[in-house]
């Protein structure tokens, strides 16, 4: 049983800041890459920040620059430090990560945690 369990959301300013964390628990064997995704109301779910085990980064277009993604190995937890936030990052940010376990055999499975809520707004 793995689970990914995220904390850190809130109400927030424009331009304000906030920490959002997601650890890993569980039989875990490894984790690869893991990612933060986001679903405003109406909206479909999209990915806003990716890093891989080795360290490497990507990002929407639109937060690029205002939101850093890192990683502890040693702790299976991802972080998601976002700056100068704005009303349109208002979402449910979902963390996502690729895992591998031992089941009969080891695979690689895709698990998501329950989200949590950012709202930015005056």
């Known amino acids: 049983q793995v689970q990914l369990v995220e904390s850190g959301g809130g109400l927030v300013q424009p331009g304000g800041s906030l920490r959002l964390s997601c650890a890993a628990s569980?039989?875990?064997?490894?984790?690869?890459?893991m990612r933060w995704y986001r679903q405003a109301p109406g909206k479909q779910r999209e990915l806003v920040a990716t890093?891989?085990?080795?360290?490497?980064?990507d990002f929407l277009d639109s937060v690029r620059g205002r939101f850093t993604i890192s990683r502890d190995n040693a702790k299976n937890t991802v972080v998601l430090e976002m700056n100068n936030l704005k009303p349109e990052d208002t979402a449910v940010y979902y963390c996502?990560?690729?895992?591998?376990?031992?089941?009969?055999?080891?695979?690689?499975?895709?698990?998501w945690g329950q989200g949590t809520q950012v709202t930015v707004s005056s």
């Open positions: 996502n990560a690729d895992i591998k376990v031992r089941l009969v055999t080891f695979v690689i499975r895709n698990y």
């Open positions: 569980g039989s875990i064997t490894s984790v690869y890459t």
């Open positions: 890093i891989t085990g080795g360290g490497t980064t």
